[in-house]
């Protein structure tokens, strides 16, 4: 059987499993092992465990339930609700201050916690009704909550960037240092975007109780005092500290990535035994058995993933593939363009972790073979995905924002993250047109690459 057949018949079924409702684990290990039987020697079937054993024995995947652990200490204990309450009270008197703050509070919780429903929960759970209480409207505050939350697979410790770096074979460090500068483009462009957007619903309320005496709650505005600002510090700054501490560690080569996670996961836990006194069996049981459901799940995930990905390395798709590309002629800038765009299709289906792995084997040699920079184009694909967890049909984040804020309406959440998703198409072009942005930090840091 011909190769492109072969690659046609494997991503069909790959996707007729997918639309069962079968799990995505379960449906790469079927295709990968139902191909193995049929079209490799059957000494192939008793490598399985092996295979996957291989290509997972990774010290830099031991890294993700590690830091796992480390969000879940932060998203299962007050935490997360302390370090929104401060962020709002230092930001109130900015213009969509309170919007800016569930911003800031999703990125440096998507910093602590490395996963984007986790930030969407913890920080949504609180921000949702405090900006619905304050007048914003409902399709505003899930807006921002969502998109904020998506900070998590780009920040670092971003378990989507750790993958990406052991697709790549890129330098993890680097990679994380290089998401910095787009995190800060992102987090200002979504912090412009609440403020202009708050003024704009200011306006219109102050307009209505001008006009017809209608008042709304963005009229009453409490202002903190002093007292409250700083009687909310003493609980933040010690995990503010801890996140610090933890990049400081990994970025200064003081300790590797899987040590940086195992500290930061028990300092974290510690944190929460001295400031909220979790430390009863009871008390750490949920975020032990969040730690351990997550970390079995994209383990899992990545496991039968990367039997994927050698089952097509194998059969020579993935190289037909990107043989294939390539013979198309493509400019530089349209092959980038049809790489972005079939990832947005798969972010209708896939998550991150799964299109990383799935995908690398083909995009990669192309992209490479272009003159693109792999680090920067890892950082282009993680905005690009991210884009999938707030876009339709599928849209991760918006199932979660669901879930924290049952009474607003779909169609309200759609039409509330579309403005973030323009956003973040702002942000790909100029990070192409100023590739700086992404390489720049870590090249200062740590040295040109040679």
Not at 180 to 191: A, E, I, M, N
Not at 353 to 368: D, E, F, G, H, Y
Not at 370 to 382: C, E, H, K, P, S
Request: aromatic content about 10%; proline content about 6%.
């Amino acid at each position: 059987m011909e190769t492109g057949t072969v690659g046609v018949l494997y991503a069909a079924g790959t996707l007729f499993l997918m639309f069962t409702g079968l799990p995505i684990a379960f449906a790469l290990g079927t295709i990968a092992v139902t191909f193995m039987f049929f079209l490799m020697p059957h000494s192939a079937l008793d490598t399985v465990t092996q295979n996957v054993y291989e290509e997972m024995s990774s010290i830099t995947l031991l890294s993700i339930p590690l830091f796992i652990l480390k969000g879940a200490a932060i998203g299962k204990s007050r935490a997360g609700g302390d370090l929104y309450a401060a962020i709002h009270a230092w930001m109130g008197r900015v213009p969509g201050g309170l919007g800016i703050a569930n911003v800031l509070a999703c990125a440096l919780f998507a910093a602590m916690a490395g996963s984007s429903p986790a930030t969407c929960s913890a920080i949504g759970s609180a921000g949702i009704p405090e900006m619905r209480a304050r007048g914003y409207s409902p399709g505003f505050a899930a807006g921002l909550i969502a998109a904020g939350g998506t900070l998590g697979i780009l920040l670092p410790p971003s378990i989507t960037m750790i993958l990406f770096s052991v697709a790549a074979e890129v330098s993890l460090g680097r990679l994380f240092l290089a998401a910095l500068g787009p995190g800060v483009l992102l987090v200002t462009l979504f912090s412009l975007y609440a403020a202009w957007r708050y003024t704009r619903e200011y306006r219109a309320a102050l307009h209505a109780y001008q006009e017809a005496g209608t008042r709304s709650a963005y009229l009453d505005d409490h202002v903190f005092s002093w007292r409250e600002k700083l009687a909310l510090l003493p609980r933040v700054l010690p995990f503010v500290t801890l996140l610090i501490g933890v990049m400081v560690a990994l970025y200064g080569g003081l300790a590797t990535p899987s040590e940086t996670a195992g500290l930061g996961g028990l300092l974290a836990l510690v944190l929460i035994g001295l400031i909220y006194r979790v430390w009863r069996p009871r008390q750490l049981a949920p975020i032990f058995t969040a730690t351990l459901r997550e970390s079995t799940m994209l383990m899992f995930i990545i496991g039968m993933s990367l039997l994927y990905s050698y089952v097509m390395s194998y059969l020579q798709i993935s190289q037909q593939a990107a043989i294939w590309i390539v013979s198309l002629g493509l400019s530089k800038w349209l092959l980038l363009a049809a790489i972005l765009g079939f990832v947005v299709v798969l972010g209708f289906f896939l998550p991150p972790v799964s299109i990383i792995l799935m995908t690398a084997p083909i995009i990669l040699p192309p992209l490479k073979a272009a003159g693109f920079d792999l680090l920067w184009f890892g950082v282009i694909m993680t905005i690009v995905m991210e884009m999938g967890l707030i876009h339709p049909p599928v849209g991760l984040n918006i199932f979660v924002i669901r879930n924290v804020a049952p009474d607003i309406p779909l169609k309200d959440v759609v039409w509330g993250v579309l403005p973030f998703v323009v956003l973040m198409i702002l942000a790909v072009v100029a990070l192409s047109v100023f590739p700086g942005i992404v390489t720049a930090f870590p090249d200062w840091a740590l040295g040109q690459r040679s």
